[in-house]
Nanobody, 124 residues
C-alpha cells in the first residue's frame, strides 16, 4: 500500500509560479513511476506530467510542456511539479499518482494509487 499526500497548491497570479510536492509512504518508492494529473470543474481528469522509476525519463502534456517540470527525489521519497508561467487555464485540482509500471505512464488507468489532490488557482 502506498499513501500519497500533495502539498504546495494555492492562489497565484497569471505568469507566476508554484511548486507542488507529493510525499509518499513506504520503502518502495523506487518501484513506482509517478505522475501528476489535474481536474478542472466540469472537466475530466487529464494527464499533466509523468516520470519513470529511475527518473531518467519524463513526459508532459502539450499544454504544459516547457512550463512545467516533474522531478523525483528518492532520498526523500517525494515527487515534485515545478509550474512556471502559470495561466488561468491551469486552474484545477492537481493529483499525484503512483504506477507499478516503469513509466512514464500517461493514462490514469495505469496508476494504482492516488493522493487527495491540492487546489491550484491562477487568477488573470
Amino acid at each position: 500500500q502506498v499513501q500519497l499526500v500533495e502539498s504546495g497548491g494555492g492562489l497565484v497570479q497569471a505568469g507566476g509560479s508554484l511548486r507542488l510536492s507529493c510525499a509518499t509512504s513506504g520503502r518502495t518508492f523506487s518501484r513506482y513511476s509517478m505522475g501528476w494529473f489535474r481536474q478542472a470543474p466540469g472537466k475530466e481528469r487529464e494527464f499533466v506530467a509523468a516520470i519513470s522509476w529511475s527518473g531518467n525519463s519524463a513526459d508532459y502534456a502539450d499544454s504544459v510542456r516547457d512550463r512545467f517540470t516533474i522531478s523525483r527525489d528518492s532520498a526523500k521519497n517525494t515527487v515534485s511539479l515545478q509550474m512556471n508561467s502559470l495561466k488561468p487555464e491551469d486552474t484545477a485540482v492537481y493529483y499525484c499518482a503512483a504506477s507499478r509500471y516503469p513509466g512514464p505512464e500517461l493514462k490514469p488507468e495505469e496508476y494504482d494509487y492516488w493522493g487527495q489532490g491540492t487546489q491550484v488557482t491562477v487568477s488573470s
